[in-house]
């Protein structure tokens, strides 16, 4: 049985040699496919080492250089999208073109990165006194980390690790153990690509990996995406030990329909938004805030879009929505549809059936009605296919609800109003909108986060705040005078 390990300095290490190791289930059928070995601290002091030593020679490349690096690495990711997007449904159970999906969206960070020529200039002003002249510089950090979740095994680390390398620091990353074997294959391509050994390196690990990295004195950064109490954690102790920090936590996103709004795009929209890749996104819809009387034509339409919704291994053609990934999470959704019911939702369509013949991690699309906010279903992220509805009055009724809630990470409207539009996208306290979009991911230029609990320390995930993140500024102030007489006031520009 083929055994994961860490890719160190260039190549991936013996994994038969490692003192403990994970399973790691195919989704689809709930067999045991591999095993991932679980790196030491010694195993993850030695990748740390890997990147300090690759660091001085890297950040001394020409920006131009990295970029022709990555250029290359997006030609391999290309060629070889096919396997890497089968890799993905293997350990993930997404269904291929989601899969695809995932790979172009991580592509296009790394297309923003090849042009960090530009990124990285600073500013300059010419006599800023009289014979001096003042400019910045964009300067790479060192060392980063990032540490990943199990959902987007290739998308999201390619939020962290282009623009890092590209801003000439070196890398660790620790992804999910879950499924490894994504973010394995993308260090050999990177490795294929010209990046020299060092640069990027892959630990495979548990909380001990992750504690060494946020303890380590040479790791200046740590980028994650995860759930709100792990955030909070790795915010609070690579904070302690002198860290930056971005770290992305939970969501609990609301679409708020309007009763003007065209509901056959809404539903269309919700399909994909609440149940695409199983609800298995921080960025999925999970509740419908329905203004007025249009809940139940909303029902009309969803309970058979649901109905007729294809549920199986993701590798097989025309599949819409593949398994969870793993028992443990598959039962822990269940758990909240079973308090969904005990606390006095109405459970429209019951997905816990759907495919129960199967030795798989399946879950169908799951659809309640007068869910409240009291209810653990409206106030926790479940991260499964489970879509809730709440009823609620008007307008400001709903829009005081998303305000209220503890996460801000993701919301939209469906509405044909663009006065009530604008003043949602004004109005409402979290991080990313949508407007007729139920998915509001910012395209790679831009930068992606949430507000309150969904989002801890001050800078948003790739775009621009990704190239504040991954780099420190230096500001220089120069003069070349011919004789200088010693001056006992504060220094003023003349």
Not at 98 to 119: M, N, S, T
Not at 133 to 140: L, T
Not at 230 to 252: C, D, F, N, P, T
Not at 359 to 374: M, S, Y
């Amino acid at each position: 049985m083929r055994i994961y390990s860490h890719y160190i300095d260039g190549h991936e290490t013996d994994g038969s040699q490692a003192q403990a190791s994970l399973p790691i289930f195919n989704p689809a059928n709930g067999e045991e496919q591999a095993r991932v070995a679980l790196a030491s601290k010694a195993d993850t002091e030695r990748a740390i080492d890997s990147a300090k030593q690759a660091f001085d020679a890297w950040s001394k490349v020409s920006p131009l250089n990295r970029a022709r690096v990555l250029f290359r690495f997006k030609a391999l990711v290309e060629a070889h999208m096919d396997e890497l997007a089968e890799l993905i449904c293997l350990q993930h159970g997404k269904v291929l073109e989601d899969a695809r999906g995932e790979l172009v969206r991580g592509l296009e960070v790394v297309e923003f990165a090849c042009g960090i020529p530009h990124l990285l200039k600073g500013e300059h002003t010419e006599q800023v006194g009289t014979g001096v002249d003042a400019w910045s510089i964009n300067q790479p950090l060192g060392v980063v980390a990032g540490i990943s979740p199990f959902n987007f095994p290739v998308m999201v680390p390619m939020w962290m690790f282009p623009i890092a390398i590209a801003c000439g620091n070196t890398f660790v990353m620790k992804p999910s153990e879950k499924n490894p074997a994504p973010v394995l294959r993308i260090a050999e391509l990177l490795t294929q690509a010209g990046l020299p050994d060092g640069v990027f390196n892959v630990i495979n690990g548990d909380k001990l990996a992750v504690d060494t990295l946020l303890c380590h004195q040479d790791v200046q950064a740590i980028s994650f995406v995860g759930s709100t109490p792990v955030a909070e954690y790795i915010y609070s102790k690579a904070s302690a030990h002198g860290k930056r920090v971005q770290a992305l936590g939970g969501a609990k996103n609301h679409m708020l329909l309007m009763p003007d709004a065209d509901l056959e795009l809404a539903s269309n929209a919700l399909m994909g938004a609440a149940y695409g890749s199983a609800g298995e996104r921080c960025m999925a819809i999970s509740v419908v805030l329905a203004v007025a009387d249009v809940a139940d034509a909303l029902i009309e339409k969803l309970q058979p879009k649901i109905a007729a919704l294809k549920v199986g291994n993701g590798l097989e053609p025309g599949m819409e929505m593949g398994p969870l990934i793993s028992r443990a999470h598959l039962d822990k959704v269940c758990s909240y549809i079973d308090s969904g019911i005990q606390q006095g939702a109405v459970c429209l369509v019951d997905g816990r059936n759907t495919l129960a013949d199967s030795e798989g991690f399946f879950l169908g699309a799951t659809l309640f009605d007068g869910v409240t906010p009291e209810m653990q279903i409206y106030r926790e992220e479940i991260f499964g296919p489970v879509l809730c509805i709440v009823r609620v009055a008007d307008y400001d009724s709903a829009l005081a609800l998303i305000n209220q809630h503890e996460f801000g990470n993701g919301t939209a409207i469906f509405t044909q109003s663009g006065e009530l539009a604008r003043d949602f996208c004004h109005s409402v306290q979290v991080g990313m909108v949508g407007v007729n979009v139920p998915i509001p991911v910012p395209m790679a230029f831009h930068s992606f986060g949430g507000w309150k609990r969904s989002l801890f320390g001050p800078l948003h995930m790739h775009g621009p705040d990704g190239v504040r993140f991954y780099t420190r500024r230096k500001a220089v102030t120069a003069r070349w005078p011919k004789q200088l007489s010693a001056d006992f006031i504060m220094p003023t520009m003349k």
